[in-house]
Structure formats: structure tokens, C-alpha cells
């Protein structure tokens, strides 16, 4: 139980495109993903906290206009970067927390998604 | 201020050797929760343990072991007989109520990639 899916988990694309990456709860409801982003041999870092049917929260220094966040359903949120440039390119990681954790703090994590911009 | 440290960055050891990775956390919540998770080179990370503030049992499966000391503020990870498939970057992370009040953000220590050699 408790599967996350990423979609893509690779892309490539062009300076100037918006790229948007999907992060699936599979078998469980989630009202609060987080989207995490990580730099090659670096940790990982929180961008935003994703919570359904509401504005996302993004943590300080992250551009919400470039980073667009959706949290459409209970097992759905979509990050888009738009108008990526190469300084864009990272691992992104998405995590959910079910509606009732019996282990607080616990998140699931996606699989990520490696993002290169040319 | 950096909550979790991890001041190993790389370990290198030979297989079979034992090895343990440092975590040294700081928190003024009275409850938290601290946790162990291994990113192998495909980037997907694994959890490998969940521990609570008020549970200070050592913890062993398998080759591995945790010693969580709260009176140094450390949770340090113990590999038994080192396998080279245990070569990974290791987080330990801490989650508390200083972020938000449901405490169920994640904070990351810097990681510490483990090598382990033939």
C-alpha cells in the first residue's frame, strides 16, 4: 500500500517551455503532498506544500508564478514550471500524506522526476 | 539555522566492513519524530526507519541498527557487514511542530553518500 506514482520520470525540453510533472497517490486519498526539488549531490529541499482544493504554500525563495502548483483531487497535484531554463533542471520529488496518517510525519514518497532543461 | 546534520558527506568502506553515518538534530518540540532513508543511484528513496521522541530503544533489523540518544541529540545508523548494494546516499530527516502545527514536514540533513567497494 501507500504507492506514489511520478509522471514523467525523465524530460528533456527546451529553454523557454513549460514542462508539467504529475504526482499520483494510487491507493490511498491525500489531502497534502509536498513537492521537494534536489540538485545533483545535494539534499532534498521543500518547494511547496500542496494541499487539496486550496493555494499551495511554498516555502521562501521559491517563485510561486514560476512553479505552478494543482492540487485538483484527493489523488492528483501537478507541478508545471513554466517557461523553464537550464537552472530549472533537478530532481523533483513529490510526497503525499494520507487523510488519516496513523504515523504522523510519515509521507510517501514518488519515484521523482529528473527535469533537464537545454 | 540547520536542524539536521549529517556531517559525513561521503564514506567509502570495503564490503563486509562495518560502518556507521551520523545524525545530529536539533528541535525545541518535546515530540518528534526522526527517520532514516536510503536514495539509491535510481533516485527513488526508501524509508528505512520511523522513531519517536519518547522511544529511545535501539533498534536492529538485520544488518542494520539505530542508536537514538536524546541526550546528545543523535540517531545514528549502524550497517552490519556492508554489501555493495548498500551503496547510497543516506538522509536522516526530522519532523516537529516547529514548521507547521500538525508536524508533518520533513526536514533533511545534508545526506551522506555511502560507497561501499568489493
Known amino acids: 500500500g501507500a504507492v506514489v506514482s511520478q509522471h514523467p520520470s525523465r524530460v528533456i525540453c527546451k529553454s523557454g517551455t513549460s514542462v508539467k510533472i504529475e504526482c499520483r497517490s494510487l491507493d490511498f486519498q491525500a489531502t497534502t503532498m509536498f513537492w521537494y526539488r534536489q540538485f545533483p549531490k545535494q539534499s532534498l529541499m521543500l518547494m511547496a506544500t500542496?494541499?487539496?482544493?486550496?493555494?499551495?504554500?511554498?516555502e521562501q525563495g521559491v517563485e510561486k508564478d514560476k512553479f505552478l502548483i494543482n492540487h485538483a483531487s484527493l489523488t492528483l497535484s501537478t507541478l508545471t514550471v513554466t517557461s523553464a531554463h537550464p537552472e530549472d533542471s533537478s530532481f523533483y520529488i513529490c510526497?503525499?500524506?494520507?487523510?488519516?496518517?496513523?504515523?504522523?510525519?510519515?509521507?510517501?514518497f514518488g519515484p521523482g522526476t529528473r527535469l533537464t532543461v537545454l | 539555522a540547520q536542524k539536521v546534520t549529517q556531517a559525513q558527506t561521503e564514506i567509502s568502506v570495503v564490503e563486509k566492513e562495518d560502518v556507521t553515518l551520523d545524525c545530529v538534530y536539533e528541535t525545541r518540540d518535546t515530540t518528534y519524530y526522526l527517520f532514516w532513508y536510503k536514495q539509491p543511484p535510481s533516485g527513488e528513496l526508501v524509508f528505512l526507519i520511523r522513531r519517536n521522541s519518547f522511544d529511545e530503544q535501539n533498534e536492529i533489523s538485520g544488518r542494520y541498527s539505530w542508536n537514538f540518544q536524546k541526550s546528545t541529540s543523535s540517531f545514528n545508523f549502524t550497517i552490519t557487514a556492508s554489501q555493495v548494494v548498500d551503496s547510497a546516499v543516506y538522509f536522516c530527516?526530522?519532523?516537529?511542530?516547529?514548521?507547521?502545527?500538525?508536524?508533518?514536514?520533513?526536514?533533511f540533513g545534508g545526506g551522506t553518500r555511502l560507497m561501499v567497494k568489493p
Open positions: 500542496s494541499n487539496e482544493g486550496s493555494k499551495a504554500t511554498y
Open positions: 530527516a526530522l519532523s516537529d511542530r516547529e514548521r507547521n502545527n500538525a508536524g508533518n514536514m520533513l526536514t
Open positions: 510526497s503525499a500524506l494520507g487523510l488519516a496518517p496513523k504515523r504522523r510525519g510519515e509521507q510517501f
